[in-house]
């Protein structure tokens, strides 16, 4: 039988390390993500995924022993990493946009087109999202693509409930207005930007 979410929280709590390496299994692909959405780098996202794991374990005491999920402690720690990387990431993105292009030899392998694809559509998020505040673009991504409700992604941020939904309702329309200043012919004969999209996308209502 799995341990319940608030056993699984005290445990952590009083340093159980087979507790703590149960919490890594769940949710070590979340924070990895989560990460990478916020920062666009596959490196980065690795790093920030460790930090935060490691960061968990040094703060543990501060876990209550109620409370459901440690999901949203955690990608609130990882949130924080996420912003204190993209500056670095930002650094090393000039860098390299300076430097002179590799010859890129074709290869047409079913993996080589599928990350083509993830970067090509990673790049898309990021240019959309980088015409977000920072607290807009974090509240989005904890609520889009996390899939924390709202009570969750106020837990994560430190912040009360209507102040994330009054950021992710900002962060919509601000998608939605810039989907319709990017607007091409093929977009108008039915074709979603990214912006579009990504303002489109479902979030989950508080937990009842």
């Given at each position: 039988m799995r341990d319940s979410e608030d056993d699984v929280r005290r445990r952590v709590r009083e340093g159980d390390r087979e507790a703590f390496a149960l919490l890594y299994e769940q949710f070590a692909r979340a924070v990895y993500n989560?990460?990478?959405?916020?920062t666009g780098d596959w490196s980065t996202a690795e790093e920030i995924m460790s930090d935060t794991f490691l960061t968990a374990w040094r703060i543990r005491l501060?876990?209550?022993?109620?409370?459901?999920?440690?999901?949203?402690?955690?990608?609130?720690?990882?949130?924080h990493k996420a912003d204190n990387a993209r500056r670095g990431v930002r650094r090393r993105q000039?860098?390299?946009?300076?430097?002179?292009?590799?010859?890129v030899e074709e290869?047409?392998?079913?993996?080589?087109?599928?990350?083509?694809?993830?970067?090509r559509y990673l790049r898309a998020v990021q240019t959309a999202l980088g015409?977000?505040?920072?607290?807009?673009?974090?509240?989005?991504?904890?609520?889009?693509?996390?899939?924390?409700?709202?009570?969750?992604?106020?837990?994560?941020?430190?912040?009360?409930?209507?102040?994330?939904?009054?950021r992710l309702s900002r962060a919509r329309k601000k998608l939605a207005h810039l989907a319709e200043e990017d607007r091409?012919?093929?977009?108008?004969?039915?074709?979603?930007?990214?912006a579009a999209a990504i303002a489109a996308l479902p979030v989950r209502e508080e937990l009842t």
């Open positions: 989560h990460g990478l959405r916020l501060r876990v209550q022993e109620d409370g459901g999920s440690l999901l949203p402690w955690l990608l609130g720690i990882a949130t000039l860098f390299l946009a300076r430097q002179p292009q590799p010859r290869d047409f392998a079913p993996r080589t087109i599928g990350r083509i694809d993830d970067a015409r977000l505040r920072r607290q807009e673009r974090e509240v989005l991504a904890l609520c889009v693509w996390s899939g924390l409700d709202y009570q969750q992604t106020a837990e994560a941020l430190g912040i009360a409930v209507g102040t994330v939904r009054s091409e012919p093929p977009a108008a004969r039915g074709e979603m930007t990214s």
